[in-house]
Nanobody, 117 residues
Framework: QVQLVESGGGLVQAGGSLRLACAVS????????MAWYRQAPGQQRELVAA???????NYADSVKGRFTISRDNPKNTMYLQMNSLKPEDTAVYYC???????????WGQGTQVTVSS
């Protein structure tokens, strides 16, 4: 069973930075994709950034140039470096893994990011 635990959320002023981490336990098979999603109050959950096991990345237009996704495979940890934060980045951030050829999906419990203006 794969389990994901996010950390690193918090309150930051606009223009500031945060780094989120997602610790992954359990067996991860290739191919796989690890991703960050976010959900603001009253909004649908949206993809923020994703990286597959081949290293290809995909970003939402709203975060391109500000956020960077990375993976430390030996540590089974994924990161989201968020710079130049804006109030509209305020949301609960979730990490997600789509695992192996079966596309099994797993979610973390989420971590709150609040950006004050």
């Amino acid at each position: 069973q794969v389990q994901l635990v996010e950390s690193g959320g918090g309150l930051v002023q606009a223009g500031g930075s945060l780094r989120l981490a997602c610790a992954v336990s359990g067996r991860i098979f290739s191919p796989n994709t690890m991703a960050w999603y976010r959900q603001a109050p009253g909004q649908q959950r949206e993809l923020v950034a994703a990286m597959n096991s081949g290293g290809s990345t995909n970003y939402a237009d709203s975060v391109k140039g500000r956020f960077t996704i990375s993976r430390d495979n030996p540590k089974n940890t994924m990161y989201l470096q968020m710079n130049s934060l804006k109030p509209e980045d305020t949301a609960v951030y979730y990490c997600n893994v789509v695992n192996g050829i079966w596309n099994s999906k797993y979610w973390g419990q989420g971590t709150q990011v609040t950006v004050s203006s």
